[in-house]
């Protein structure tokens, strides 16, 4: 079941429709922890493109060396040891200890450098290195290093030319990623366009969830470029570089199309109804939550008609279930305006699995955990074409205008 972290004046919204909701304390991070927690994942990912432990070898590259005397230097500090534990899905950190004497796993980009015994003197050429690659550029400039030609590039040709094209007709909308924006890394998601450092991005794969302390997770993209390039890089690692980068932005769905027209296109019917259920079920899930678990669905036909036999059904989670809203739409595209709705509530779709008839597990769809009253809203919305201004906040329980 999808979860969220609410506000008190949200406790108090949810507590009127009968929702208990369990407060979830996530401690805050300092900025030096954040840092250090940035400085592993360097080194994780290391360590995942080449198979093998960084080495501070001599005539090794830079970065490598710098990489292995770091993680010397977190194997050193019980405390780095105790913060990056629950990261550590590698192994990283077992292993020999070799307990130099120091006084934070947190070394500067000089100090590790002097580990490797490189001068970093006015005269010094790894000077002019250090001056031209801050911190963060150096972490850019790796993420560029790391990309390498997409060899099926042909396969995703088509998808780039066509979100220009929809670029171009208004079809798609770019739209800032900031913090005071309120997106999360879990806005982006498999199928997302983005927009980084003037290249047009496209995530073609999301691997396995990296679940971190805070509950919330990493996991490794495969990340395509316009530029005919790709890479493989954390969420985390993409989230923080769209944060850095001031000319960064989303890019949004394609519009739903015509959603009221003179003319119904296809086999679309000119008019239909959406219609909100509500499931009689006696699941556990539904019971202590069955006043905002809803399903969403368009039809041109009765509604009454369509649930008939909803407790055979796995659609309706194998029990009977009640009509809490209809909205009668005219000269609309049906299809386009149910994913239209699927899409806009995306982050609030349940989670639950059941048995059928034959006990075999489904995972039933268009269920979601949204408010009757927002529901309400996202229909006037509709009605008035305004609803691609706003994105659905689970966590606020809210509609959120997008920035920009």
Not at 112 to 123: D, K, T
Not at 241 to 247: G, H, L, Q, T
Not at 350 to 364: A, E, M, T, V
Request: charged share 30%.
């Amino acid at each position: 079941m999808a979860k969220s972290v609410f506000t008190d004046e949200d406790d108090a919204l949810l507590a009127e429709l009968g929702v208990e909701v369990e407060t979830k304390k996530v401690a805050a991070r300092t900025p030096r922890e954040e840092r250090i927690i940035a400085g592993f994942e360097e080194i994780q990912r290391f360590v995942e493109q080449n198979d093998r432990l960084p080495s501070s070898t001599e005539g090794n590259d830079i970065f490598e060396r710098i990489y292995a005397t770091r993680l010397n230097q977190i194997r050193s500090q019980q405390e780095c040891c105790d913060l990056l534990s629950e990261f550590d899905h590698q192994g990283l950190l077992d292993g020999d200890f070799q307990n130099e004497d120091v006084d934070s796993c947190e070394l500067t980009d000089d100090e590790l450098l002097e580990e490797l015994g490189v001068s970093v003197g006015a005269e010094s050429d790894i000077t002019k290195l250090r001056h031209v690659k801050s911190q963060a550029e150096k972490q850019v400039a790796e993420e560029i290093a790391n990309r390498t030609i997409c060899e099926d590039f042909d396969t995703f040709k088509k998808l780039f030319d066509a979100v220009q094209q929809d670029l171009d007709t208004g079809d798609r909308k770019t739209l800032k990623f900031r913090k005071d924006a309120g997106f999360l890394k879990t806005d982006i998601k498999q199928g997302q366009f983005f927009i980084l450092g003037g290249q047009t991005a496209y995530v073609a794969e999301v691997g396995e969830p990296i679940k971190a302390p805070n509950g919330e997770f990493d996991a490794r993209l495969r990340v395509i470029y316009s530029n005919k390039t790709e890479s493989d890089i954390l969420l985390r690692s993409v989230v923080r570089a769209m944060y850095k980068d001031e000319a960064s932005r989303l890019i949004s769905e394609p519009n739903a199309g015509p959603l009221f027209s003179d003319l119904a296109e296809d086999e679309d019917l000119a008019s239909g109804t959406i219609y909100v259920l509500r499931s009689k079920s006696t699941h556990p899930v539904i019971t202590e939550n069955r006043d905002v678990i809803h399903k969403i669905g368009v039809t041109g036909g009765k509604v009454e008609k369509r649930i008939a036999n909803a407790k055979l059904d796995p659609t309706y989670l194998m029990a009977d279930v009640e009509i809490v809203a209809t909205y009668e739409l005219y000269n609309i595209n049906r299809t386009r305006l149910e994913k239209l709705l699927h899409r806009f509530f995306e982050n609030a779709k349940l989670d639950i699995k059941i048995n059928d008839r034959f006990g075999h597990p489904i995972s039933p769809k268009e269920w979601f955990l949204v408010p009757l009253f927002i529901i309400d809203e996202v229909v006037e919305k509709i009605k008035d074409e305004t609803l691609e201004q706003f994105r659905y906040d689970a966590e606020s329980v809210s509609l959120v205008a997008f920035s920009g």
